[in-house]
């Protein structure tokens, strides 16, 4: 589904990105509430290069939030990383509903996976909504990897090490949905990190690398032109929007449940009117017809959690992933 910016979105462009730059620059100090929020355009950071994952959920969003609140919501793709950067940044904005911040699961997995970082994603964030849940799927470039689950399976048993997988990034969902398959499946695969699932896509699909362990959002439209083939995703059901693939557990790894979820933070100290606020816009949205189409083509749910139940959800993920990265020995590449 391709969504375009309209005349309007495109000429105030570059009066939003000073406001973003300046929201960003800022110290976050408490802001008063703006009664009227939205008053004025709305930045909202994604902290992965355009193309990936976190971007077929945040841009439909974003237009369907300027359908409902008149005022645009401006996508600021700030990747590196592995997400960190945009993360960091986004925590220094200025808390005043102005700046959001759309971060995923690699988010959690981060503490595990960084000795340092310069946020931290509960104490720095308040936690709005959980916005999209997809399952892992793996995808092979089909000229390199040609075959189904059993063939792949023969070519990287008979050649360990030889065959690569692409990801978003050291210690992002893929990475680590990559060394879970290994662990379980007993096998050697290298890994090649990017600077986001979208440069990383690009690669596959030219050759470059030779398979993904990718979130659906990104790779469903890829997978539908026939550019990648998917062999399986994980869990123990297989997808709505793609039922033909076999899922993990039909394959033999009952245990491999590998979802990529996306979510929406504020700065902390964010007024908690235009948190409301924010929560509203998101389940007003969740109801839209041009949403559900979206998010049913990428294979994905959109959960009812907002606000501490999400930020439940967030503290459990990074319980999680610690575990799975003690687990593999998963080590920044």
Not at 217 to 230: F, L, M, T, V
Not at 262 to 269: M, Q
Not at 290 to 319: C, H, M, R, Y
């Amino acid at each position: 589904m391709k969504f375009t910016q309209t005349p309007s979105v495109v000429s105030s462009r570059r009066e939003v990105l000073r406001w973003a730059g300046a929201g960003l620059a800022a110290c976050s100090v408490g802001a008063q509430a703006d009664p009227n929020w939205p008053s004025k355009p709305v930045s909202m950071v994604v902290p992965f290069p355009a193309g990936g994952g976190t971007d077929a959920f945040a841009r439909p969003f974003s237009a369907q939030f300027a359908k409902q609140t008149g005022k645009t919501l401006v996508i600021d793709n700030r990747g590196g990383a592995g997400g960190n950067l945009g993360a960091g940044l986004a925590a220094k904005a200025a808390p005043d509903g102005y700046t959001l911040f759309m971060g995923a699961v690699h988010h959690s997995i981060a503490p595990a996976m960084y000795p340092k970082l310069d946020y931290d994603l509960e104490r720095d964030f308040v936690p709005l909504a959980l916005m999209a849940v997809v399952p892992q799927v793996l995808v092979v470039n089909p000229k390199k990897i040609p075959g189904d689950y059993k063939a792949f399976m023969a070519q990287v048993r008979s050649n360990p090490g030889r065959l690569n997988f692409g990801s978003a990034g050291g210690g992002t969902s893929h990475h680590l949905a990559g060394e879970l398959f290994k662990l379980q499946t007993k096998t050697f695969i290298t890994h090649i990190p990017y600077r986001g699932a979208g440069p990383a896509l690009q690669d596959l699909i030219a050759g470059n690398v030779d398979m993904m362990f990718d979130g659906l959002g990104s790779s469903a439209q890829h997978i539908k032109g026939g550019r990648i083939k998917a062999l399986m995703v994980s869990g123990n059901k297989r997808n709505a929007a793609f039922p033909d693939v076999p899922c993990a557990a039909e394959l033999g790894l009952p245990d491999y449940t590998v979802t990529t979820w996306y979510g929406l933070w504020a700065p902390k100290g964010t007024p908690t009117e235009v948190q409301a606020r924010v929560i509203e816009e998101v389940r007003k949205a969740s109801a839209a017809d041009d949403i559900k189409l979206a998010w049913s083509q990428n294979g994905a749910e959109f959960p009812n959690t907002t606000g501490g139940q999400f930020g439940t959800f967030v503290s459990n993920e990074i319980k999680r992933w610690a575990a799975v990265v003690k687990a593999s020995g998963a080590k920044l590449d």
